[in-house]
């Protein structure tokens, strides 16, 4: 079949042929393999004959494997060639594509002989249209009208695939992207008429042939559903008018066509991108054509027709579709109605609510999630909240949702949505949020409706003997969402009180009891005379609760958590309702006290002691009397006190202090037997009451008095850096040493702490106090001893630290008068033996105490405190993480498979880095709000993401100072530049901005204060670092173009007073040419004559395009995109 052509073509095509046989047998060699793959890409890039072989190989009858490669030589030539090829090559190319369109019969032709031919049409299409081929598109339909469907199926291919490189992907370059762009702007009226003609046409001939059972209809049936991808790929960008057209034609048809099994699913995905659309509300106004009558009934119908049908994926992938169709339909109303003068409430609206209700009731918890983001968007909305409609829907709409927040054994749907029982339980957390959030604000709207419903639902359950828990559950969440916006409701208080006088012996539903009452206490509120008293002595009796046979040692978790519960009832009370619980203080305080010298099995546990103390603590805020609020605290704090400077002498080293503890000893099991348990135990328990103290009681407003806990905290000062020392002398080699072998693995990670890190979360400061309360009272009796002297050892340290941070925004001025304090702090943080300690433990270090300290200084002690401190730290923590940074690199050159051990290195590597780089803003750089209109060319930029955007950052008075002092500077300097090019992106993000600032900063020290300027040589060390980064991640295009952006201002900065030292490092270091040095030194000086004038912007971007192309040679590329061979796409004559 090779017809007249020239032998030698011939010739090659055979041996093409067999070479792509031998490839893909699997019976050949792996070297005849490897021949035969080195043959075919040889021909590919070096042989003249490349484009004229594909054409042949595509357009014989040869198997479709040797087709589809004929259609890669060609695809090749055009991508890779066209540029140069003459102009009768390129239209013979473009000839032989259009007869293989045009001859094609086989509507079983496999799709990606099909896709191979579309393909290369639009690659001609991106380098000749419109300029240079302005008939295209008139041929394409003139194709699509003259032939079969083999040719109307090409057609839709190439139209869908042209609009996703230009419109969807964007995977052309910019300028011609435009080009094409206005190209089927300008033709898109014809192309919609063409693919509303062509939909229809398919349609009708799908239904005839189904009806007569001919196999054709099948090929209809492909060819609709082509058209409507086509419509998919381009309803999201044209311009509203075409998808209007015809009295929103195309929408009628799609709506129609959502109860037509073979084409609802394609007809609700095009339908959703539609409503989806985003844009000016002018633009978006006419989708409300989607509430008419028809529309919403058809909607109506396909929900009903899906639902009677059996359980099939496609079946409910449609009606999550078309429940989001109905929601993004919503969402558009919600957007227009009230802004737009001319959009109305539509007249379905009651219609249109009933359907959403309808999809609500389905057992799917997406489906439900779906809905209830609807559900939040309507009851927020104040122009459709009044209506009578959505007012209306509230009583059903409560009785669907209440049951949805019950959680019950995943259904059928939900095995099509989750692939763990983990997964359905947190997408079932997630959907009772958004249902909580829905439930507030309709009972801002109907109050009495949805009280009435959990007035009802509270009593079932207290009346009913056999009450389930997963109800009790359910119940108190609702009740909780209901009361808090139902405070007037008359019946509250009864409710409250039939709660009080309920009794369970089940924990976990006495639990769910305590939910309750905390959900309605805000009826206290009534009559707090008489309701006050009962609802504390109910929480205080659960505070008691205890099991037959339990005791303060052997609890079950249950139990434990009914009086953790109660205990963190109080305070949450507390915390709540302060000022109500102040006028019972005495009542609360008596109480506590009664509790605390329980000594029967109910005994209180140091966890639970603590808590209720907390909610003393809270309510002795509300205190006039600033003295009584300190005799109370020293009241709660002295045991601990004591407690802590009896064990003050473990402190004095690491020997004493493992003997302290148990290390150097076997462990012991039970633990009741552990008496070195007892001491750790004490330790913990004594830190947390200082830790509560710390945590829940404010300073006082009048700055004399200062904080009401400073006297008692004080004396712990000197013990509490003693033990933050020991704590570290722990990692020693020698202390090691002195390790009994049954804890030698105490110093591990615990598990939560490995999966924390991996998660790339770390330990955030807001999850630290949750460490603080866990005490003796919470060890799971399952721990090994081992477990709990880990446990011990991570609370411990964290613990510590947070008091050490809390000390100077508690003790303010006294703390940071304290001689000695930077050398003490210094010692804790960086001295001798840190080089031992895990990153993992430094970065807690570095998080919870260096940045309170260096945060709560006064202005005043910065020079005899900080400065001396951070002469210590800066140089130590430089040392230490460029360190780790060159192991980690390093390692990461190595090719081995990395173990666990070593990912977890790399992670708390760059945490702990980002932790220190967090610190440096803190140390360099002060935040301000700015207003419009008062931007100063200095803080320009240096914007800090608020929800405003109107957070400006310049350096700080402490910043000023570090940056004078030379030695200072210098670590601070080197750290943040060799975070600029070190392997995180996001770290380098976090320097750049800091850089930033400080560039600014010396930018605005000239000609003023030149002494404080930066010599020539760390002028140098700057510009030749940030090059660096560009280097190394100049493939991630946030990182480069802020990169980029301090560039130009290094550059700018330095120019002018080191011109010949700046332009030979930009020429050797970044390989550009001596032209571009001397142009851009051209354009920064005339802009600097400029300078007095408003900066032109466009002269500014020039100037960046210049300093970008200056760097072009050295920007890094991806692994991706290191060996791709670059797409020739040249502009084509201005149209």
């Not at 002018?282 to 009677?308: Q, V």
């Not at 290195?905 to 008062?934: H, K, N």
């Amino acid at each position: 079949g090779h017809g007249n052509l020239p032998p030698q073509l011939s010739a090659e095509a055979e041996q093409l042929i067999l070479a792509v046989d031998v490839a893909l047998s699997p019976t050949a060699t792996a070297d005849a393999r490897n021949q035969a793959y080195n043959l075919c890409e040889r021909f590919k890039e070096e042989s003249p004959l490349c484009a004229a072989v594909g054409v042949q190989l595509a357009g014989s009858t040869k198997n479709p494997t040797v087709r589809h490669f004929g259609l890669q030589l060609v695809e090749h030539c055009i991508k890779f060639r066209w540029k140069d090829m003459h102009p009768q090559e390129k239209l013979s190319i473009k000839n032989a594509v259009w007869n293989l369109m045009g001859s094609g019969t086989d509507m079983n032709d496999p799709t990606y002989i099909k896709d191979g031919i579309a393909r290369l049409v639009v690659e001609m299409v991106k380098r000749e249209w419109p300029q240079q081929w302005p008939t295209f598109l008139q041929e394409l339909t003139d194709l699509a009208q003259v032939g079969k469907e083999y040719q109307i199926e090409l057609v839709l291919l190439v139209l869908l695939r042209l609009a996703e490189d230009v419109a969807v992907f964007q995977s052309v370059d910019a300028v011609r992207r435009r080009d094409l762009q206005q190209g089927l702007t300008a033709n898109m009226s014809d192309m919609f008429e063409f693919l509303s003609r062509l939909l229809r046409a398919q349609v009708t001939a799908y239904h005839d042939f189904k009806l007569s059972g001919a196999p054709a209809a099948q090929f209809h049936c492909r060819l609709a559903l082509s058209v409507i991808a086509v419509y998919q790929a381009h309803v999201e960008w044209v311009s509203i008018n075409h998808i209007m057209a015809h009295d929103g034609q195309l929408l009628v048809l799609l709506c129609t066509l959502l109860s037509e099994e073979k084409f609802r699913l394609s007809a609700a995905e095009c339908l959703l991108q539609i409503v989806s659309r985003k844009g000016p509300a002018k633009e978006r106004t006419p989708l409300l054509i989607l509430f008419s009558h028809g529309a919403i009934a058809s909607m109506l119908e396909a929900a009903e027709l899906a639902s009677s049908q059996p359980l099939t994926e496609a079946n409910y992938n449609f009606l999550k579709r078309l429940t989001e169709v109905l929601v993004g339909m919503g969402t558009q109303l919600c957007g227009l109605y009230g802004k737009e003068p001319d959009v109305t409430k539509p007249e379905t609206f009651s219609m249109y609510l009933q359907a959403v209700l309808a999809l609500t009731r389905h057992p799917s918890l997406s489906i439900n999630q779906t809905t209830a983001s609807l559900w939040v968007a309507l009851f927020k909305h104040e122009r459709l909240n009044p209506q009578p409609e959505l007012l209306a829907v509230i009583e059903p709409w409560i009785g669907v949702v209440a049951r949805k927040f019950v959680k019950t054994p995943a259904c059928a749907y939900d095995g099509m949505d989750f692939d763990s029982d983990e997964e359905f339980t947190s997408f079932h957390q997630r959907l009772r949020a958004d249902l909580v959030e829905a439930v507030r604000l309709a009972t801002v709207l109907t109050p009495s409706v949805t009280f009435c419903y959990a007035q009802q639902w509270l009593l079932s359950q207290l009346d009913n003997p056999n009450s389930v828990l997963s109800e009790w559950e359910a119940l108190s969440l609702f009740l909780d969402a209901v009361a808090c916006k139902a405070k007037e409701a008359p019946s509250g208080p009864q409710l409250l009180e039939r709660c009080l006088v309920y009794q369970s012996t089940d924990p976990a539903i006495l639990s769910e009891l305590l939910s309750c009452i905390s959900a309605l206490f805000v009826y206290v509120h009534h009559d707090p005379q008489r309701l006050l008293q009962p609802v504390l002595d109910r929480i205080f009796s659960s505070v008691l609760f205890s099991g037959p046979g339990q005791s303060k040692d052997n609890r079950t978790k249950t139990v434990r958590n009914v009086r953790r519960h109660a205990c963190s009832l109080m305070v949450k009370i507390s915390m709540q309702h302060p000022g109500l619980l102040a006028q019972q203080f005495d009542y609360v305080k008596s109480s506590v006290e009664r509790l605390s010298k329980t000594q029967d099995d109910s005994q209180l546990s140091r966890m639970e002691m603590v808590t209720l103390h907390e909610a003393l603590l809270i309510i002795s805020n509300q205190f006039t009397n600033f003295q009584m609020q300190c005799v109370l605290i020293g009241e709660v704090i002295r045991p601990a006190v004591e407690q802590w400077t009896a064990m003050s002498p473990a402190f004095n080293s690491a020997q004493e202090f493992m003997s302290f503890i148990g290390l150097d000893r076997p462990p012991v099991e039970p633990s009741a037997e552990d008496v070195h348990g007892r001491n750790r135990s004490e330790l913990l328990a004594s830190a947390s009451v200082f830790w509560a103290v710390l945590k829940r009681c404010k300073t006082s407003t009048d700055p004399l008095k200062g904080h009401p806990a400073a006297q008692h905290l004080a004396p712990l000062l000197f013990h509490t850096f003693r033990l933050a020392r020991v704590l570290h002398q722990l990692w020693e080699p020698e202390a090691q040493k002195l390790l009994s072998p049954g804890f030698a693995k105490a110093y591990d990670l615990l598990e939560s702490e490995i999966v924390s890190i991996l998660a790339q979360g770390g330990m955030s400061q807001s999850g630290m106090p949750a460490y603080i309360s866990q005490l003796n009272g919470n060890v799971q009796k399952q721990q090994t001893p081992l477990e709990r002297v880990q446990s011990f050892l991570v609370q411990i340290h964290n613990n510590v630290f947070i008091m050490l941070g809390s000390f100077g925004e508690t003790l303010g001025e006294q703390f940071y008068a304290t001689p000695g304090l930077a050398v003490a702090v210094a010692g804790t943080t960086c001295g001798q033996g840190m080089e031992y300690i895990p990153d993992c433990r430094l970065r807690t270090v570095v998080k919870v105490f260096c940045r309170p300290f260096i945060n709560s200084c006064p202005a005043h002690l910065y020079q005899p405190v900080l400065l001396p401190f951070l002469a210590y730290f800066l140089p130590a923590m430089l040392q230490r993480l460029s360190g780790r940074w060159q192991q980690t690199m390093q390692q990461q050159r190595d090719e081995n498979q990395a173990n666990l051990q070593e990912i977890l290195c790399d992670v708390v590597v760059r945490l702990a880095t980002r932790d220190y780089i967090e610190l440096l803003r803190s140390v360099t750089l002060s935040i301000s709000s700015q207003f419009p209109g008062e931007e100063n060319e200095e803080m320009m930029d240096a914007e800090i993401p608020s929800s405003g955007g109107q957070m400006v950052a310049s350096v700080s008075e402490l910043g000023k100072m570090v940056l004078a002092e030379p030695s200072l500077c210098g670590h601070l300097l080197q750290f943040l530049l060799s975070s600029l090019w070190w392997p995180d992106s996001g770290n380098s993000l976090k320097a750049t901005n800091i850089l930033e600032s400080i560039v600014k900063y010396w930018a605005g020290l000239i000609p003023r204060n030149s002494s404080l300027f930066p010599n020539s040589e760390v002028a140098s060390l700057c510009l030749s670092h940030l090059l660096n980064g560009i280097q190394l991640l100049g493939q991630h295009d946030s990182n480069l173009s802020s990169l980029i952006h301090l560039g130009v201002l290094m550059y700018d900065t330095f120019l002018p007073i080191y011109p010949a030292v700046m332009s030979e490092l930009m020429m050797r270091n970044a390989g550009c040419s001596r032209e571009d040095a001397d142009q851009y030194q051209d354009k920064a000086a005339s802009l600097a004559a400029a300078g007095g004038q408003k900066i032109n912007q466009k002269m500014e971007r020039s100037k960046r395009e210049l300093f970008r192309k200056m760097t072009s040679q050295i920007v890094g590329q991806h692994l991706a995109d290191l060996f791709r061979k670059p797409v020739q796409l040249p502009n084509l004559p201005k149209m």
